[in-house]
């Protein structure tokens, strides 16, 4: 990111460095019977599936609302809306209308895809639009759940997934917004998952995750670097995870996983491939060297990260998302929208507390389901459900 943001800030979607993992220390390791207090609820976050940024004391976050997709900012504090800037026109769909991705925060400007492909760099004061960019401007087509990705910002530089024939990743100037590469050896489709950042071999480099592919590209030329083949079905959405010279990736639909040595020259590969985790979307998250997510094989999976075996493995809690904070995960349920919190550790399911985020939305679509990553930034956890936002205090 081009500024450094306070730890407890979440700047992005799965933090600033995409681990998905905060440094916050002192939060609740039990909760209370009916769950942790309540701070506020906001009836005005707007249809859709987007995430959650929190930077200098506002919310950001997206919502469709009278026939388009806005950018909204909100009082962290009180849940107070600051200001609302249209990004683009609505995307329908059956399983919800609205925006899917998370704003990404850097400074004095926040930046935001919506789900027909509108990039938007927009003032963090006041919502101005700084500069606005159309995905198809770089030969991107809108993939069929709409574009779903939370773009990064390094540096000087935004990077985003339009997709096609132009090439898969795209850099755009931070301040300006004008095209300065578009990978070059790489032009597969867009899918849902989003990019990040990595150094290997001396080469900084861009992770990305399609249909076919999982690669890198050169951070300052766009020049494929690696490429690693991904047989995805239907939709690959969860984040790559970078450690050590290795990359995770998987995806749902029956596909599963694998981890890819990247060697010490860039020739990728797989350390290991397996179904032990099977993950849709709800994300993986790398706690030490064990993975955490929830498997369509065998529930919620605990992984090891060198062999890929399954350390554990539970249905105590339906599928759903997972965020962590001070050694615990927060898990989501999908259909209930249940959270349960229990301990990160390869020991099995420890639980400390669960509770049922109120209110639910009447709006959602019956194919929709709760698909909001919850996210803990200055103790505080923030929930979504459509247009429901609720704030509640895990700090105690």
């Known amino acids: 990111m081009a500024s450094i943001a306070p730890a407890a800030d979440w700047p992005t979607f799965r933090g600033a460095d995409r ?9 609740l390791k039990q909760w209370p019977e009916d769950g942790p207090k309540k701070i506020w609820t906001s009836d005005k976050g707007g249809l859709g599936y987007a995430g959650f940024s929190v930077a200098g004391g506002i919310f950001y976050t997206m919502g469709a609302r009278d026939g388009g997709e806005f950018l909204l900012a909100f009082d962290a504090a009180t849940g107070k809306e600051k200001w609302s800037t249209l990004m683009g026109d ?30 938007v760099c927009a003032n963090v004061k006041n919502g101005a639009v700084l500069w606005k960019v159309k995905m198809s401007d770089f030969g991107g087509n809108t993939p069929g759940w709409g574009y779903a990705e939370s773009v990064l910002v390094d540096g000087d530089k ?4 339009p997709g096609g024939s132009q090439g898969t990743l795209l850099a755009l100037e931070r301040e300006s917004g004008k095209k300065i590469w578009q990978s070059a050896g790489w032009d597969d489709p867009p899918q849902y998952a989003s990019v990040i950042v990595a150094e290997h071999a001396g ?37 790559p995870i970078f450690k050590d010279g290795k990359v995770y990736v998987t995806s749902g639909y029956g596909v599963g996983c694998k981890l890819i040595d990247l060697g010490p020259i860039h020739s990728p590969e797989d350390a290991w491939s397996n179904q032990n985790m099977v993950n849709h979307h709800g994300g ?16 919620w999976t605990c992984q090891d990260w060198k062999t890929g075996d399954v350390k554990w493995s539970e249905k105590k809690l339906g599928k759903g998302a997972i965020h962590c904070a001070d050694g615990m995960l927060y898990l989501l ?23 049922r985020m109120e209110p639910q939305t009447a709006q959602r679509k019956p194919q ?29």
């Open 19 to 27: 681990k998905d993992i905060s440094t916050e220390t002192g939060l």
């Open 90 to 119: 609505l995307l329908k769909n059956n399983w919800g209308d609205g925006p899917r991705g998370t704003p990404t925060v850097d400074g004095d400007r926040v930046f935001a895809l919506s789900a027909q492909g509108d990039l």
């Open 158 to 161: 935004v990077i985003c997934t």
């Open 203 to 239: 080469i900084r480099q861009y992770i990305q995750l399609t249909m076919k592919h999982a690669g890198g590209v050169d951070a300052t030329t766009g020049k494929a670097v690696w490429l690693s083949d991904w047989s995805g079905r239907t939709a690959v959405i969860p984040t």
């Open 284 to 299: 993986v998250i790398l706690v030490g060297d064990c993975l955490y997510g929830y498997s369509d094989k065998g529930g």
């Open 333 to 355: 349920e999908e259909s209930s929208g249940t959270v349960v919190l229990i301990k990160a550790s390869p020991e099995g399911w420890k639980e400390h507390g669960r509770f």
């Open 368 to 396: 929709g389901k709760i698909w909001t990553h919850p996210v803990v930034s200055h103790g505080k956890l923030y929930l979504r459900d459509q247009e429901f936002i609720s704030c509640y205090d895990v700090k105690g």
